[in-house]
């Protein structure tokens, strides 16, 4: 039998149906029993009169169900504005139990604020069964929906490369070495090298959507050791301005979408705007930036300091792109060589790449590549990575077009769309130093 979703239920009046969902909420008075039923889409109330011959299997089958059981129901749906849920409520003839949860639920599911974060993580199965932690998977969903969209819709082919490696693709982040029969592996730290192989393979303009892994001890709002990253390259570029532009408007395009399906509802659960950006992403240099952080907001720091953001900094950098551009974006370039990959191409030794920063947070480094195979291997050789790298220099030596690209974290990403406050809450499964499970 196919499952009729709550969300469309109001096909249905007058009808005899079956539904299936959890049991949300149980009110068993004098005369009457009201279940809450829940699925992915919406809640019902469903309604035992006691008094009636034919019901008394159901009422005693309700008084021993526990919250949280699964139930399937046959009966009729009525219409009936006394029902504060969704005026309708189902009447049924038949209940049966399809799972028992046990009475007492570890943590309290409805509010999450009564107990820790991590004792909430340890149950995650049951803590997305609030309604706040539940739809920021929806609406992920479809944000990337939406990003994928926009790449299909501009020539874009979709690739999957392999998260097991053979040498680590970003030196500046930790890499996760396994073991790997009688050698050693590492687990990718980015598509980038793969990417790249498309662009001298001809693919023209690709993107990937896949787990990405950082060995990396820290324990901030904004850290994971595996994340989802949302990676593209394209090729015959003329600046890594190209590839700001095409970010902008990548992005535009899905908040524009994310904003039409749910704007009102993320006003409503995570109490935030989903703000469609007007203007065109603001983009200023580093030292720049530094200057007018000082400058506007008192922020100084020592000048060793000031060769790449600190997390301050991407903060402060938000408030003067609301109040000087009424951007919540802005982009940032021109760090210096030694902060960024060997692989960004260079002009007057100043990596052509940038930072973007959204409500605050870093949430891509992109830039122009280098695409000469000469230049390549000098840039690697320089921060001592060519043997490892031999296989990747390779690609750029029987022709490759110019290109570039940008590596962007999904769950940065929805934590900052929904404001959420840490992205342990913005990733389904949260993976972090001290978790692994479930
Ligand atoms: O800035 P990252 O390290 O850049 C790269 O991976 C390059 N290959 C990109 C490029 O094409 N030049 O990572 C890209 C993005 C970051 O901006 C951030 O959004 C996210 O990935 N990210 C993390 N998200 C969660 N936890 C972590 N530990 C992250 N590290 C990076
Ligand atoms: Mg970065």
Redesign the pocket.
Known sequence: MKKIFFKDLENYFDKEIEISGFVENIRNIKWVQFLVLRDSTDKVQVTIEKSEEANKEMADLVNNLTVESTIKVTGTLKKNDNVRLRGMEFIPTKIEVTSTSDAELPINIHDKEAQLIDQRLDYRWLDLRNEYNFNIFKIQSDLVKYMREYLYNNDFTEIHTPKLIGAAS?SG?EVFEVKYFDRKAYLA??P?FYKQMAMASGYDRVFEVAP?F?A?NSNTN????E?T?F?LEFAYIDSYRDVMDLEEELLTYALTKLNEKYGEKVKEIYGKEIVVPKVKFPRIKLSDLYLELEKRYDYKIDDSEKNDLTTEAERLSYKYAMEEFGSEFIFVTDFPKDKR?FYHMRKNDVPE?Y?LIYRGV??????QREHRYDVLKKQAEEKGLDKDIEFYLEFFKYGCPPHG?????I??LTMLVLGIPS?KESMMIFRGPNRLTP
């Open positions: 970003e982040s730290q980015s980038q990405v950082r990396e904004r850290h994971t050791t994340f990253g990676d990959a790449g930072d870093e949430i891509t480094t992109g830039a690209g940008f590596g962007l974290g769950d940065r992205i």
